[in-house]
């Protein structure tokens, strides 16, 4: 079955950086657009950035764009989110989904989801 697997979560200080993984598996990867979603406590779940098929194009939420950068490594099944200057704004768990086209930013386009991973920052 598919499986969508995050990873590189954790707690960072506020200015800091982290570097989300997200693996696939029972998918033809290098098909789907693949995109970056999060939610906050109490909050819905937002969308985050997209990449296409092959790399080329990305998009972006406004709040991320110049601190966020989607990225993928097709060979290796990858999809990454690189977060730069983080603030405690940026606390949420953050989901890796697939898509079968593009463009596309709400989450009932998405149909596959991973399990999330946290990112917590400090202030």
């Known amino acids: 079955q598919v499986q969508l697997v995050e990873s590189g979560g954790g707690l960072v200080q506020a200015g800091g950086s982290l570097r989300l993984s997200c693996e696939a598996s029972?998918?033809?990867?290098?098909?789907?657009?693949m995109g970056w979603f999060r939610q906050a406590p109490g909050k819905e779940r937002e969308f985050v950035a997209a990449v296409s098929r092959a790399g080329g194009r990305t998009y972006y939420a406004d709040s991320m764009k110049g601190r966020f950068t989607i990225s993928r490594d097709n060979a290796k099944n990858t999809v990454y989110l690189q977060m730069n200057s983080l603030n405690a704004e940026d606390t949420a768990v953050y989901y890796c989904?697939?898509?079968?086209?593009?463009?596309?930013?709400?989450?009932?386009?998405?149909?596959?989801w991973g399990q999330g991973t946290q990112v917590t920052v400090a202030s």
């Open positions: 029972g998918l033809t990867f290098s098909t789907r657009v």
């Open positions: 989904a697939a898509a079968p086209s593009w463009l596309r930013t709400s989450i009932n386009d998405y149909d596959y």
